[in-house]
Structures are given as structure tokens and as C-alpha cells.
């Protein structure tokens, strides 16, 4: 399991992209997890609670946007749709060897972050 | 008050910052570098160790080796005269740039022409991680199974040549070399497959001029 090593990174970043926000906590971080990022979202969410326990954005949660993986016909154009987690060999159109294409995001996309309100200065 | 904050950065990226450094000093030296990820067992070290007879003769080589635990593996490429060495992740199930930086520190690997990175014995983990190389190679020995390149796939839809090793068990098996060819193709069209047998030899002179032609192909780009 290397989920955790890419929870601390995801962290790692997100605190560092919030720094010139001034002081404050992080609310949520969203992430792209494409299916063959060979990453499984429950394990890095599961992780990142460990990660941010504890820490100044330990309710900070992890929002991960799955993104399959498309499986394209380059002789019909046809999107082959397939069971989460299956692969198709051949066009269900035209029985023609089907390609990959994307779903290997790991990508950090946004932090929505509560900064601190600043101090009223007295006159 | 409520900010949103955009970042579109890799989750990986400070990993990948210091692969693009090894791949630079990589390219500067000339060497081909090497990729090797399957999981335990699948014959990495024993390609390597045949390998290593049959070049080393002709190229400079050397072995990073990863592994949770022991000096075995960089053991046996040592016995070969080859300069090895042994990067240990004491529980870490893969390789990453940093430990890789590690290994080629001054003095524990002379400059050469490929450098093997024979990766911790995992098909899932150490697919995320850009050690700097010029090419992922996944092994899949026919014990394993004829299921595999689609119960992986991340690993068999990046890597650019698939090796089906233990060749010489095929008769002994069942194993559908037919359909793990088109699974590896769905995945990754492009692949270079190779049936090999460490053992008898089979197969493996298409390896070794794969091997030597990748090399004179980054010669030429970083000539």
C-alpha cells in the first residue's frame, strides 16, 4: 500500500499551494484519481484522515473525483461502455481491438481553504 | 472567509522533479535505464543475472536493486562481476526517485551504459512512481496466471515491454499465452511482448537486441 506516501504528498502540496492565504485551515482538498493511476480512492482516503489527525486542518476532508479510464474504437469512433473494473478486447460496433485512452490522473485540482479573518486594527 | 484555491499540480510532483533530474544526468552519461516491476518471484533478478553474462561482455552495466529487506539480490548480481547496489525500503512496497538518487550517490555506481533498477516485487505500487528511466519493463511469468494484464492493468497500460518469463513452464501450466497477448495490446498497443526463458535461452536474443538497440537510440538523441 502506497497510499499513505501520496497522502503526504497531497498534504504536503496543499499546505504549501495555501501559504500566501495567510493563517487559517484547510476545509477540503479535491483530487483526480484515474482508475489506472493504480491508486484506490478508499485507501487514500482512509490514509488521509491519518494524515491530517492531528494536525491544524485535521478536519480537512478528501474529495476524490474517480475518472475511468475510455475505452475507443480507432476504426469506428465507438466509446465502448464496460462494467466498472472490466475491459473490454473488442468494438461491441464493429469488432475491431479496442485502445486505451486516459484515467491515469493523480492530479491535486483544488483546496478550499478558511483563512482567518484578519485582526481589526484599533485607530 | 472562504477562499477557493486552484492548484492543478501532480500529486506526485516533487517525485517527478527528481526523476527529470536523474533523467538528465542520466542522458548526459549516455546510459539506458531500466524500469523492472512484477511481482515477487516472476524471475527479475534471474533475466538479470542471464542478461548480465550475455552483455556484459560488450556494454557497461550495473544493478540497483530494491527490496523491503536483505543483501541477497545485489549479492548475486555482485557474483557476476557486475557492480550492484542494494537499496534497502525497510517496508516500503516500491521504488521512488529520491531512493533512486540515493543509490547512485558518488562511488556506488560507476558510470555506464544500462542501468538496471530492478524495482521492490510488486505489480501495483511502484507503477505510480517515475524512477527516471527510459523504459518500464513489466515481467509476467506464465505461473502467475493468465488473468493478470487485466487485474493490473496500470502497470501493463505504461509499461513499454512486457516480458513473459519462465518460458520453458509453459507445457507444465495453464496458461493462455494468446489471451494474455490481447490483454496486454487492449492495454497498451504499442508493447513490446517477449516470451523468454531465463533458463534455456528461449527468446531471450530478441531482449538482448532490444536492449542494445534502445541504447544506440539514446546515444543518437543525447549524442
Known amino acids: ?123 | 472567509m472562504k477562499t477557493i484555491v486552484t492548484v492543478k499540480r501532480k500529486a506526485l510532483a516533487s517525485n517527478d522533479e527528481r526523476a527529470g533530474q536523474l533523467r538528465a544526468m542520466l542522458a548526459e552519461r549516455g546510459t539506458l535505464a531500466l524500469n523492472l516491476i512484477s511481482s515477487p518471484g516472476s524471475g527479475k533478478t534471474t533475466l538479470l543475472e542471464a542478461t548480465l553474462r550475455e552483455l556484459g561482455g560488450e556494454l557497461r552495466c550495473a544493478v540497483l536493486e530494491g527490496d523491503v529487506a536483505t543483501e541477497r539480490d545485489a549479492e548475486r548480481i555482485r557474483a557476476l562481476g557486475v557492480p550492484a547496489h542494494q537499496i534497502l525500503t525497510g517496508g516500503a512496497c516500491h521504488l521512488d526517485a529520491r531512493l533512486v538518487q540515493g543509490g547512485l550517490e558518488e562511488g556506488r555506481i560507476p558510470e555506464v551504459d544500462i542501468l538496471f533498477i530492478e524495482n521492490v516485487g510488486n505489480l501495483i505500487c511502484p507503477t505510480s512512481y517515475d524512477l527516471g528511466e527510459d523504459l518500464k519493463v513489466v515481467l509476467l511469468s506464465v505461473t502467475e496466471g493468465d488473468d493478470k494484464p487485466f487485474k493490473y492493468p496500470a502497470i501493463f497500460a505504461r509499461a513499454e515491454v512486457a516480458v513473459i518469463s519462465k518460458a520453458d513452464l509453459l507445457p507444465h501450466v495453464p496458461f493462455d499465452l494468446a489471451a494474455v497477448k490481447e490483454q496486454i495490446a487492449t492495454l497498451n498497443p504499442r508493447a513490446t511482448i517477449l516470451l523468454t526463458s531465463s533458463l534455456t535461452g528461449q527468446g531471450m536474443g530478441a531482449w538482448y537486441d532490444l536492449l542494445r538497440a534502445r541504447l544506440a537510440t539514446k546515444r543518437e538523441e543525447t549524442a
Open chain 1, 1 to 123: 500500500m502506497h497510499e499513505m506516501g501520496i497522502a503526504i504528498e497531497i498534504y504536503r502540496t496543499s499546505r504549501e499551494a495555501v501559504l500566501g492565504h495567510g493563517p487559517g485551515r484547510i476545509e477540503r482538498v479535491r483530487v483526480a484519481v484515474g482508475e489506472l493511476a493504480a491508486v484506490e480512492p478508499d485507501l487514500l482516503s482512509f490514509a488521509w484522515e491519518a494524515v491530517v489527525a492531528g494536525s491544524a486542518d485535521s478536519e480537512a476532508a478528501l474529495e476524490v473525483d474517480w475518472r475511468p479510464a475510455r475505452q475507443l474504437c480507432s476504426t469506428c469512433g465507438e466509446v465502448a461502455e464496460r462494467a466498472s473494473g472490466s475491459w473490454l478486447r473488442l468494438c461491441p460496433r464493429c469488432e475491431q481491438p479496442l485502445a486505451v485512452e486516459g484515467g491515469d490522473e493523480l492530479d491535486i485540482l483544488e483546496i478550499v481553504y478558511e483563512a482567518e479573518e484578519p485582526a481589526v486594527r484599533e485607530a
